[in-house]
């Protein structure tokens, strides 16, 4: 008798041992770990990432530990950074879209760790993924590109024909248009997300090429400096970069994912992080904007503000039937908007009158 | 004023010291660094994290053979191409090249699981390493155009029908159009040689080729041939060599070896065909080829040295929120102090007053 209760009492006690360490409730604080694509100092998307996990570190203290690895490249070398955070942290966010095979793996070998995995496609059930409508972003800046522009030529610096990518040039151009239909979408591939000298290189030749307004989809500040040497306007990527253009941003696309970021290193700290999907936007302030540049026309900021109220209640949608693809065979009809998927989160082709070929 | 007088004799005790005093310098000055730089961290614990911990740490030490494979195998056939005055610069083009010919086969039988899969995905990356390589080849010997040029311009053309590749015909068809190919099937990828971590065969075929090739050097006679073109032209040619075949062997074997490495890359850790194939191990091998003093079982070991830089530096980086640039440091500081051993090694130092 002694001895069944004696080794009931191991049992108990083994057990609250293991409960307490499966138990999803952290008393010590929450470890937190970004992984960047590029330099924390780039001023575009790793920047703003950056900011979020500072912001998390502000709002959280003592609570949370946080540790940035940067310019991690997106080879055979992410899985080992993953590898080597996954078993010290106990959430992990892989902030570019070529970390989503390594992330998956690694979920895998470490399923008690939380992974967030930026701008991919894979589940798991430790592996959220999120993402955030930046189309709606180039929706503002288009329409501001369709007023300003006096050659009507608007110069797009693109890094990769990914469907993010594609949607930008689509949203950017439609709005545009919208406004001004005599307008021209100029566009350059650098194949790159962050490379100062071919961004640079490529707004100079989209200018030479008469564009007299940029738009980047790569992520340093270089495209916005030559902008402001050669007086033509440019709008800011992933984060203000009114330093670099005092006269030419005329504003700027910013993202802000510290709410985010806290909410789900909170939930790890709460014990109820589930893995989710999310694609917001402006109503839910992941994507902002910077401010308005003074020099613009009153009728041009109030028409800008004006898409930024009408995006946020959800009252305008920047892919709104009728369209057409590059091709001319339709793609929404009259009054139509796509689902996420498969239409925006597979996005392969142009909207017809973008004259560019597309990328193959 | 400094003049540099060669010396009659070379210290062999030196030659053969001079990684050690280039390691030992490098961490010294690393150290000063340190101390300046950092002020609220022990500079004795980042220095374990740096160089100790991945040479103890099993997983970081798996990890460092994993980094090192590529460095040994495109660095033992740069060493061959060096010894002969051959400047194959662009071994990253081939490697590219090379990952291209054989992952295409390797997603050509993709649903097909037999034991000649590998293999033959194997000849293709060496195949297609060799092709890229041969391409300076020929221009060099029918239009003596320079191979440095040749073979790095090269280079940029390769990462780019590497993004055409992914854009288009290798593009993973249920992919989202996100430019990355399937994962390979298990009967595509490199068998593991240490379970649990993603140490591959390509480690063991390294150390084998390397053997085969420091024999293939001494015994062979294509051994003298290189060494003597490339030490000594002119008697090279009075000895009868044919000029043309030393380019045609050192660029192929380079060739064919950087692109067996950029297969091994893509059937190995990486497990697919992505943008990120290219991480600089073709230029990276420059520096360890030349850390070996091109002898092809050194290569083994300088390429151990460079994985350490790189598994170290990444850690420092993890541990104590350092920039990533440190790898790098490390490397041309290296790469510096091995150099001026050198020179020293050779010459004698003369101050004398004008």
Known sequence: MSNRSLSSVVKLSILSVVLAFTSNVYADPVKAAFVYIGPTGDHGWTFAHDQGAK??????????????????????????????????????????????????????????????????????????????????GR???????????????????ASFPIPEVIRGINSAYLAAKSVNPDIEMKIVWVYSWYDPGKEA????????????????????????TVAEEKGVYAFGQASDMREWGKNAQLTGIIDDWGPYYLERVQAVKDGTWTSTDVFHGVDSGMVKFAPMNKSMPKDVRN????????????????????????????????GETPPNYPDLL?????VEGIEAKYPN | MIKLIPRVENSTLMVLLSPLLALTLTALSAYLIFIFVLVDIPVSSVFFTLFVEPLIDSYYFSELLVKAAPLMIIGLGLSIGFRAGIWNIGAEGQYVMGGIAGSAVGLYFYNVEALWLLPLMTIAGILGGMFYAGIAAFL???????????????????????????QGPLRNPSGFNFPESRIFHDSAMLPIIWEGTRLHIGLIVAIILSFVAWFGIKKHMFGMQIKISGSAPRAAKFAGFD?????????????????????????GPAGQLTPGLPQFYGFTAIIVAF????????????????????????????????????????????LFYFLACDILIKYKVILFKT
């Open chain 1, 55 to 136: 912001y998390v570190k502000e709002m959280m203290g003592d609570d949370v530990i946080i540790t940035t690895v940067e310019s991690v490249e997106e080879n055979s070398d992410s899985e080992r950074v993953i590898t080597s955070l996954a078993r010290k942290n106990d959430i992990i966010f892989t902030t570019s879209f070529g970390y989503m095979n390594p992330t998956i793996k690694v979920a895998k070998r470490y399923p008690n760790v939380k992974f967030e995995h930026a701008t991919g496609y894979m589940l798991e059930d430790n592996v959220s993924v999120y993402s955030a409508r930046f189309y709606e």
């Open chain 1, 139 to 157: 929706h503002v800046i288009g329409k501001i590109a369709g007023r300003m522009t006096k050659n009507n030529v608007i110069g797009y610096i």
């Open chain 1, 201 to 224: 290189d490529a707004a100079n030749a989209l200018i030479a090429q008469g564009a007299d307004i940029l738009m980047q989809h790569t992520d340093s500040t270089a495209p916005m």
């Open chain 1, 303 to 334: 028409e800008a503000s004006r898409a930024i109220i009408d995006l946020s209640m959800g009252k305008i949608h920047p892919f709104t039937g009728p369209i057409n693809k590059q091709d001319g065979s339709p793609w929404l009809a009259e």
């Open chain 1, 346 to 350: 597979t996005m392969d082709f142009y």
């Open chain 2, 140 to 166: 060099r010997i029918k239009y003596q155009v320079n191979e440095i040029l040749v073979t790095l311009m090269l280079t940029y053309v390769a990462v780019l029908f590497l993004s055409a590749m992914l």
């Open chain 2, 243 to 267: 000029d043309n075949k030393t380019v045609w062997y050192s660029l192929l074997i380079s060739g064919g070896l950087a692109g067996l490495a950029g297969l091994f890359e893509a059937a």
């Open chain 2, 291 to 334: 850390l070996a003093r091109l002898h092809p079982v050194g290569v083994l070991f300088s390429a151990l040295l460079i994985a350490l830089s790189y598994v170290g530096g990444e850690n420092v980086q993890i541990e104590y929120n350092l920039p990533s640039s440190i790898t790098q440091i490390f490397q041309g500081m290296l």
